[in-house]
């Protein structure tokens, strides 16, 4: 325990009166000057963030947290905001008047001033920041005669930035610009900043990616010094570091990737054994005898945590020299793998398998649409690939028992499209379309997912501190929200306490009807964010009670992480010292990698957001068959087959006044009895594009 617990340990205690720092420090056992100045540090430091309060009397008390509590600041475009408090199934409303200059993001304390009642929440009033989250913003620049002003990019800042004429630079109007904050609102006076950089105008090709790159502060160039660790690396395996290891490289095996692929963490393999069972083999890039835990490199990957994968680009994790070179598992040439090799029976069961440091040679670097087109019976690539074909039959044989095995257990499969945009040179949108999710991209997922959980469970009975991917069992009102609208469809969700069992026994019921995708999409939203943990919590989406990330230590640093214990344990490196070095580490990783994993998530959202507003500018007009995907008091939203999604306002329903009824999920006409529902096919017309807002309207078109 830490001396910030002890402290709150002792205040926070039934029968604690205020103390003076001297009382203090006796009950703590403070003697030492040294002691006694990291305490009052200490004690500085909980009052910031409004831990602790200190009395006029220069008394240490604690915080009436009956309803005071901390939290995080969600701005909203209309100047109101939410705050998100840890452990509080429900979020707090704040009026725009009581948000107390906080920014969005921000860490706050938040005093409830009025309970929840009814459908309404409860509502607060911000009485401290605590942290800034953000001393940057992205925004369009507005000139003005003796001033100028920044218009942020991202909807949860409300209002705009002043930016004296000193600190105006170059800009200019229409310029994306990234703005430092140097004053915070107060009362009514907006924040004040000073531009720091021009991205070039709003207009320009690229700028509108780099935004967003920006306004998420996503690293996209290499320190010096990384690239210094890594100049006297050859392309090829060193003929040194071959050694000491399995060597598998007379093992059939291939990589299956998507068509642009260029960092390959994976290779498979399979033989069938005489008594019939599957050995599969999954081998990973063996990054971290390249990427040491305490070097530039190491901690440079740590910083960034996730390769981020945008419409227009990838951000990797790792430098290219690395990451498409000599860590990536390209064909034909030899490569150090982590790899799991398991014996499974036709039940799709693991009954044994092997950890081991190896040595691969990958034979063929497949496609997706190849090996599915193979396993469809294409003629001319069954010939090229002659000496696979076999292999690829009994790799989609063992992967429907996989799969079969995963669902007899209640794994939850929601198989929702997800969006591809293609660009032309200059990052114009010029086609957006749904991925195929063929056998191929499955056979791979199985053997991932396979793998993960085997290495989980191994480390987790072996005790040693590990990350593991936990996800939690959904939440209690959007569970309550989920029954109550499947019941309009005749769907009933039994059971307290849900079993994904119970919720894939609905989406099977669901299977081939008008509503099922939006049945799975409700679903998925009523999931809770999977996350990396010190613990191993299991993971209710897929029904798993161990499971893990091992499988893409490339662009992944929990699976870096993983591999480093593993190697220690391999290698009989896991001694006490290391076990107390990494049950400190461990909780660091599985936070940064969970934040770093939201921030990659949501910034490319945004790009594909942004791609699909622009690929409708000049489609306005344009009529076309879509899907209502989501009802709300203020329209409809309808996902056309390409995946782009559009509202159609309640305000623009001319043809009727149409009432939002919440218990049907239904938009019903008073006059015609029209009647909208999810699920349902409709035609629109392309009404309005907003680039700014990533936004498009549509308008209903009647049928003739």
């Known amino acids: 325990m830490n001396l910030e617990e002890r402290v709150l340990e002792i205040i926070n205690h039934k029968d604690y009166s205020p103390m003076k720092f001297k009382e203090l420090s006796i009950v703590l056992g403070v003697k030492e000057q040294k002691d006694r100045d990291k305490l009052s540090l200490c004690m500085d430091k909980l009052i910031t963030r409004g831990k602790v309060i200190k009395t006029k009397r220069g008394k240490y008390d604690k915080v009436n947290t009956v309803n005071t509590f901390e939290g995080k600041f969600i701005g909203h475009a209309k100047g ?187 290779a498979v393999s399979l033989e069938i054994l005489d008594n019939g069972m599957y050995k599969l083999g999954v081998h990973i890039a063996d990054v971290t005898h390249y990427v040491k835990e305490k070097t530039e490199l190491g901690k440079e990957a740590l ?67 190849d090996v599915d087109k193979i396993l469809k019976g294409d003629e001319a690539l069954s010939d090229r690939y002659k000496d696979f074909v076999d292999m690829f039959k009994k790799m989609k044989e063992l992967s429907d028992v996989i799969r079969a095995n995963r669902g007899v257990r209640g794994a939850l499969d929601f198989d929702l499209p997800e969006s591809k945009v293609i660009l032309d040179e200059n990052g114009k949108p010029i086609e957006i379309k749904a991925y195929d999710r063929n056998d191929a991209t499955k056979i791979i997922e199985d053997f991932m997912l396979i793998a993960n959980e085997t290495v989980a469970e191994d480390f987790f009975w072996q005790g040693v501190p590990f990350v593991y991917r936990s996800h939690d069992v959904p939440d209690s009102e959007k569970l309550g929200n989920l029954r109550a609208f499947i019941k309009s469809f005749g769907y009933t969700i039994k059971g307290a306490e849900v079993h994904p069992k119970e919720l894939q026994r609905v989406l099977k019921e669901a299977e081939g009807k008008e509503e099922e995708l939006i049945i799975r999409r409700l679903m998925l939203r009523a999931m809770k964010q999977a996350k990396y943990t010190e613990t191993n919590d299991e993971h209710y989406g897929l029904a798993a009670e161990y499971y893990c990330h091992f499988t893409s230590p490339i662009r992944r640093y929990p699976d870096l992480q993983i591999h480093r214990i593993i190697k220690d344990v391999l ?69 056309l087959e390409n995946t782009v999604e559009g509202l159609v306002r309640v305000t623009e329903m001319t043809d009727d006044f149409y009432v939002y009824n919440e218990d049907s999920h239904t938009y019903i006409g008073e006059r015609t009895k029209n009647v909208y529902k999810l699920g349902q096919k409709i035609k629109v017309k392309v009404l309005r594009v907003n680039l700014l807002e990533k936004t498009i309207d549509f308008d209903l078109e009647e049928d003739e």
């Open 571 to 639: 290698n009989g490196r896991m001694n006490k010292k290391r076990m107390e070095a990494l049950a400190e580490i461990t909780p660091k990783v599985a936070d940064e990698s969970s934040k770093k994993e939201r921030r990659a998530e949501e910034a490319e959202r945004d790009t594909i957001k942004l791609k699909k507003a622009e690929y409708m500018l000049d489609k306005i007009g344009n009529v076309y068959e879509g899907t209502i995907s989501g009802l709300t008091n203020w329209g409809m939203y309808v996902e």
């Open 303 to 369: 910083r960034r945590a996730t390769s981020v994968y945008l419409v227009d680009r990838v951000i990797p994790m790792l430098p290219r020299k690395l990451s498409n070179g000599l860590c990536s598992l390209n064909a034909n040439t030899d490569r150090l793998a982590l790899s799991c090799i398991m014996t499974i029976n036709s039940k799709g069961e693991v009954i044994d398998h092997e950890i081991a440091e190896t040595l691969i040679h990958v034979d063929e670097r497949m496609t997706y649409v």
């Open 80 to 266: 109101f905001g939410f705050v998100v408090v840890e452990g509080r199934d429900e979020d707090i409303f704040v009026p725009k008047e009581y948000i107390n200059t906080a920014m969005n993001e921000d860490t706050v304390i938040v005093k409830i001033t009025k309970e929840a009642s009814g459908d309404k929440r409860c509502e607060g009033e911000i009485t401290k920041v605590l942290e800034r989250a953000i001393n940057q913003v992205v925004g369009t620049f507005q000139e003005s005669e003796r001033f100028g002003f920044v218009i942020a990019d991202s909807k949860k800042i409300s209002q705009d930035i002043f930016i004296p004429n000193k600190f105006k630079k170059a800009a200019m109007t229409g310029h994306k610009v990234v703005v430092e904050i140097l004053k915070w609102p107060e009362g009514n006076k907006s924040p004040e900043g000073r531009i720091v950089e021009i991205l070039g105008h709003k207009d320009d090709p690229g700028v509108d990616i780099m935004s967003i790159i920006r306004e998420y502060d996503l690293p996209i160039e290499f320190p010096n010094y990384v690239f210094a660790e890594i100049e006297d690396l050859d392309d090829e395996v060193a003929e040194g570091e071959k050694y000491g290891r399995m060597d598998l490289r007379n093992t059939k095996m291939v990589t299956i990737d998507g068509a642009d692929a260029k960092d390959l963490d994976d």
